[in-house]
């Protein structure tokens, strides 16, 4: 069983970037496809970017789309989610998932523990 541990989250000002990181442990994290949500307080969790088993394939929010970039290194089982020209509206607790290359939760059956990140104006 894949476990998943989040890191990178922090404070950052509007217009800045932050890149987050999920380290997997166990040897089968290659046969999953990896996601990245988001959860900001009193609202639903909502689906940010996935990249399919290989990395040849990522798909994006369009709320995200041309600022943020997934990506992964099968040897080091971790996965990656670049956050660039960041707005307020992107402060949430960020989670990575392993599961199926689709873009709602119940897709994937196995998450971090979160990561706070938290853009100020």
């Known amino acids: 069983q894949v476990q998943l541990v989040e890191s990178g989250g922090g404070l950052v000002q509007a217009g800045g970037s932050l890149r987050l990181s999920c380290a997997a442990s166990?040897?089968?994290?290659?046969?999953?496809?990896m996601g990245w949500f988001r959860q900001a307080p009193g609202k639903e969790r909502e689906f940010v970017a996935a990249?399919?088993?290989?990395?040849?394939?990522?798909y994006y929010a369009d709320s995200v789309k041309g600022r943020f970039t997934i990506s992964r290194e099968n040897a080091k089982t971790t996965v990656y989610l670049q956050m660039t020209r960041l707005k307020p509206e992107d402060t949430a607790v960020y989670y990575c998932?392993?599961?199926?290359?689709?873009?709602?939760?119940?897709?994937?059956?196995?998450w971090g523990q979160g990561t706070q990140v938290t853009v100020s104006s």
């Open positions: 990249i399919s088993r290989s990395g040849g394939n990522t």
């Open positions: 166990g040897r089968t994290f290659s046969s999953y496809a």
């Open positions: 998932a392993a599961g199926t290359f689709l873009t709602v939760p119940s897709a994937y059956n196995i």
